[in-house]
């Protein structure tokens, strides 16, 4: 049984991660080349919020229940891209500062590289 439940978890996650647009977008977004697009994908949460008040306003009315799993998609939605800003943006610091730590340390290579020709030693490509 346990099993059976893991393999169906498992397809689902896989089903949900590859096909649903929001989590193809901050697949996207999490790439270091795409994290400044954080921010601005932000303000994709402002569509799904309208729907879930059109939706809750509409349940107000007398509208079919079902809509209830409408209001959890849209809302559930808005807060992946609400929380994906200020995450998009720590892990944009956290990039840049380890490219920063990658140059000053091939910096450092190349001046010890440079202080050993300095001394006398020719390079090689000048024998």
Do not use: F
Not at 12 to 20: A, V
Not at 32 to 43: D, E, T, Y
Not at 57 to 67: S, V
């Amino acid at each position: 049984m346990i099993r059976l439940i893991w393999t169906l978890s498992a397809h689902t996650r896989y089903y949900l991660r590859r096909y649903m647009p929001t989590n193809r977008l901050l697949d996207e977004i999490r790439r270091r080349r795409n994290l400044k697009w954080g921010i601005p994908a932000m303000l994709l949460a402002v569509p799904y919020l309208l729907i879930a008040s059109i939706c809750t306003n509409a349940l107000d009315q007398g509208a079919p229940g079902w809509l209830h799993l409408v209001v959890l998609w849209s809302v559930w939605n808005a807060m992946k891209l609400i929380i994906m800003g200020p995450v998009s943006l720590l892990l944009l610091v956290r990039a840049r500062i380890a490219e920063a730590v990658a140059r000053r340390g091939g910096r450092r290579d190349s001046d010890a590289g440079e202080s050993v020709n300095h001394a006398g030693a020719e390079p090689l490509l000048h024998r």
